[in-house]
């Protein structure tokens, strides 16, 4: 562990509509402290084998995680894949490289 000395951006977003039903989508990120992890082998392939490219994981503190999917770190930006919540003070991320959108809606 690193002792905290590591920081990621969380990206929240929320869809707001005007008076006329225009909606407006409102990001909000977040600058928070965290420790990475490494990843055994055997866990990045089994990852692999299941169609998921892990690329980190990293623990926050329970206090600053709100469910976001989105997050920043060393400069990439990339999806939450699983979220262990077992500890009462800590959130562990497993984050993946994001998927090209391929005009799904």
């Not at 920081?7 to 409102?26: F, I, K, N, Y």
């Not at 692999?48 to 994981?57: F, H, L, W």
Request: charged letters at 20%.
């Amino acid at each position: 562990m690193s002792r905290w000395l590591r920081t990621c951006t969380l990206h929240s977003s929320q869809v707001t509509r005007d008076a006329r039903g225009v909606p407006t989508e409102h990001t909000t990120d977040r600058l928070v402290c965290c420790n990475p992890f490494s990843m055994g082998a055997q866990s990045y392939y089994q990852a692999a084998n299941a169609g998921i490219r892990p690329i980190a994981v990293i623990q926050i503190h329970k206090c600053d995680y709100h469910g976001e999917r989105l997050v920043t770190y060393e400069g990439a930006r990339l999806n939450v894949e699983r979220v262990d919540t077992s500890s009462t003070d800590y959130v562990v991320l497993t984050l993946t490289e994001r998927m090209a959108d391929h005009g799904q809606t």
